[in-house]
């Protein structure tokens, strides 16, 4: 199975590049989801997953927050370092300021080489400086992995307001869309599943370039219905 899948996506990618097989792991209804920056964001989505059934590990710098956020949770839920987290994860979500991106990538280099990873995380000029500048010229998903290098990188829950990621979960009638852009089809497969099993409604967007049309600043980048977000964007 492996060596197949492994061919597949030799093929698929013209020969040259030797990506990790699809890991068992992933391949299962739920694999495990390590959380590094445990904020509005990074908080509710672990809350929803475990909800959901998922086994998640927490993490922040300040060990003390995290532990009494995941006592709270409840559902298994464990914290950690972010290091823990993400070695934790066949799946990793990274939620911290745009700012601290370069250092988590330095940090935890090791334990999130070749692991799915999602990117909620937002460049604001008062807040990130110069780099946000080049990621909101350039595209985050553009700019992004050059400070994860080597992850399967999906742009995930950048555009929900952290109060609609809180309170309109699994909501009746239309769901709130997601908008994703990866360039790895079974990072953006897990992904869907993900935004699902957290109550939302996943819309593919496309290569990791064409997130910039749902970052910050963009017409997308506000809080709608999955049918909204396709007719904004033209999918
Ligand atoms: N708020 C929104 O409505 C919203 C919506 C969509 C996307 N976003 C984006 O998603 C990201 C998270 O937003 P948020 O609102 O959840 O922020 P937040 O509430 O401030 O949470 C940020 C989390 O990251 C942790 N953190 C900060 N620096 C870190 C580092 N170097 N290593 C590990 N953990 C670190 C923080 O804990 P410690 O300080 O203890 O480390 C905290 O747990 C941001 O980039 C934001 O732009 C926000």
Redesign the pocket.
């Given at each position: 199975m492996e060596s197949r899948n492994r061919i597949t996506r030799r093929t698929l990618l013209g020969a040259a590049v030797s990506l990790p097989a699809i890991s068992p792991a992933l391949a299962q209804a739920k694999p495990k989801i390590g959380v590094?920056?445990?904020?509005?964001?990074?908080?509710t989505l672990a809350r929803h997953w475990a909800n959901a059934g998922y086994r998640v590990m927490i993490?922040?710098?300040?060990l003390d927050?995290v532990q009494k956020l995941a006592a709270e949770i409840g559902h298994g839920v464990t914290a950690g370092t972010?290091q823990q987290a993400a070695a934790f994860g066949d799946v990793v979500l990274v939620?911290?300021?745009?700012g601290?991106l370069p250092?988590?990538g330095k940090d935890n280099a090791a334990q999130l080489k070749g692991k799915i990873v999602l990117d909620?995380?937002?460049p604001?000029l008062g807040r990130d400086g110069e780099m946000a500048k080049e990621a909101l010229e350039k595209g985050t998903g553009v700019v992004v992995p050059t400070y994860l290098p080597g992850v399967r990188l999906v742009r995930a829950?950048?555009?929900?307001?952290?109060a609609a990621l809180a309170s309109e979960a699994h909501r009746s009638g239309e769901k709130v869309g997601v908008p994703l852009a990866a360039d790895d089809k079974q990072a953006m497969e897990v992904a869907q599943r993900l935004v699902r099993d957290a109550g939302f409604d996943p819309v593919v967007v496309g290569g990791l370039s064409t997130a910039k049309s749902f970052d910050q600043g963009a017409p997308a980048y506000k809080t709608l219905t999955a049918r909204e977000l396709r007719a904004i964007l033209k999918l």
């Open positions: 590094i920056g445990a904020g509005r964001i990074g908080g993490s922040a710098r300040s927050e972010p939620s911290v300021p745009f601290a250092q988590v909620t995380c937002n604001y829950f950048n555009q929900v307001s952290a």
